[in-house]
């Protein structure tokens, strides 16, 4: 009996906000070219409708914390450290062919730093990344030997040739008891980077498991971008080849529902990995619409190019009619990237400050940053993914490292130089999001590049969520 009085309720409140919905979007807007779309609360409707499915978090608490913090993450974002981001533009597509689908338009273009332009100490940075013996083990009582056996360790490259001779020549001609043991000529991995000998086949990067990292494969092939002069904008990069791209992801690599079922079906960590991307998808759509060409440049007629928002396109492609009834839901995936990416800052606090920016002002703005991120109360909880030990070891893990590993390979893929330099900052972005969320604290070394590419990626969802108010204006 209380089972049906539970559906009688579960079916009223779906009329309930159903009905509210369809009441306040009755009106209609018409286009220029005849085409009539719902009112624009219609993508609204279910984001105000509050709590965020699996988090105990509301979209409006979101909103609320974005609005207090975004200034000073645009503050932080344009200091010189945070600017500029390394991309390697010659790297091979490894999923086909991607000659055809190279994007003409000169707003796909990026405009690369030439060398003097990028400050020395960008330039210069090195990476502390290597744990410090001191760091990782507690200190110990060094013997003799120990000593001995670590200096001849460091002098080991010098007198190499000699030490092979020596080897030579005591392997074949004295007894067995006076050889001396095989020195250890690797260097040992960092430990929070060793290799997770459960993901399958191809070359693992050591330092991070979700994503590749450009400046760490090539020494000379990458550019640095200046991220303020190269916003992310309309670029009229679609049709084939960005087609296929966002094809393979949901196809393919994020765990998104297969026909006939629903994201319900899938289970939380699969959940969160299509969300995630999901999310990553309405920015860049939200970018693209509200930094978006209205009127192209007559040069004949003096008259510039005019860019701004473009409510019709953000209506196009997210009104519930048109979508499918998805369009709002994946709106609302914005908000647990934000969240995703929000938690990992706040957990990544003291590798954040330990940075050297270079500015004190830069500095402090991290710092409040970091503290207001560490004070958020209603935070994604990694903790709730792969519960169990098991199933952190377990296949499900590592297919989720490698799906987004290879996401960040397809970026590679792009027809469009200005895309690529976003969607690789984003997919770095998040993939250092989710190596903080599962590499222990204690354990955790960033380099500059995942630094950047973080706050970048989070800079990009928080102008996101902004932008969301304006269009609902
Ligand atoms: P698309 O956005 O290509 O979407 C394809 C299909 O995916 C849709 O038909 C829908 O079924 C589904 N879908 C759409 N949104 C979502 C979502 N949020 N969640 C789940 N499913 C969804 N263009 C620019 O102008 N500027 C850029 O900076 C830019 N950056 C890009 C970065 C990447 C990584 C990629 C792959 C593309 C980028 N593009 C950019 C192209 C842009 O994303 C669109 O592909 C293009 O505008 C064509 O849009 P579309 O209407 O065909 O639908």
Known sequence: ?????????????????????????????????????????????????????????????????????????????????????????????????????????????????????????????????????????????HTIMEFIQEKYHEFLPMVEPLVVMWHDFASSYLP???????????????????????????????????????????????????????????????????????????????????????????????????????GLHSSITVHLCSKYLLQQENPL?????????????FLKRFDPKLTGNKGPEWLK???????????????????????DYKDSDISSQVQELVQAATQFKYHFDENDLFKSDELKKGELFSEFKQKFREISHLMDCMGCERCKVWGKLQVTGIGTALKILFTPTEDLRLTRHEVVALVNAFGRVSTSLMELEEFRD
């Open 1 to 141: 009996m209380s089972r049906v009085k539970e559906l009688i309720l579960l079916l009223f409140a779906i009329y309930f906000v159903g009905g509210f919905c369809d009441e306040k979007n009755q009106s209609e807007i018409k286009f220029e070219d005849g085409s009539s779309f719902l009112n624009k609360d219609s993508c609204f409707c279910q984001i105000d409708a509050g709590q965020l499915e699996d988090c105990s978090c509301t979209t409006e608490k979101i909103s609320h914390f974005n609005n207090q913090i975004h200034d000073k993450l645009v503050k932080v974002l344009h200091g010189d450290y945070f600017r500029y981001f390394q991309v390697n533009f010659h790297k091979e597509c490894k999923f086909w062919d991607d000659r055809d689908g190279q994007c003409g338009s000169r707003n796909c273009a990026v405009d690369t730093c030439p060398h003097d332009s990028v400050p020395d100490h960008v330039k210069h940075h090195k990476d502390d990344i290597h744990k410090k013996d001191s760091e990782s083990t507690p200190a110990k009582d």
């Open 176 to 278: 067995p008891y006076l050889q001396p043991a095989a020195p250890c000529l690797e260097d040992p991995l960092p430990q929070y980077s060793k290799v997770d000998t459960s993901l399958s086949g191809a070359p693992v990067d050591l330092i991070n498991q979700f994503c590749t990292l450009d400046p760490f494969e090539s020494t000379e092939g990458c550019n640095y971008i200046d991220l303020i002069k190269n916003e992310e904008k309309y670029t009229g990069y679609q049709g084939k080849s960005a087609g296929r791209i966002w094809g393979k992801i949901y196809g393919d690599l994020c765990f998104a529902p297969k026909e006939g079922s629903s994201v319900s079906d899938l289970c939380l960590e699969e959940k969160t990995f299509y969300r995630i991307i999901s």
């Open 301 to 313: 007629m003096g008259r510039p190019a005019v860019w701004g928002r473009n409510k019709q396109e």
């Open 333 to 355: 995936n914005m908000f647990y990237l934000y969240l995703v990416e929000l938690r990992a800052i706040g957990k990544a606090g003291s590798v954040l400050l330990s940075q």
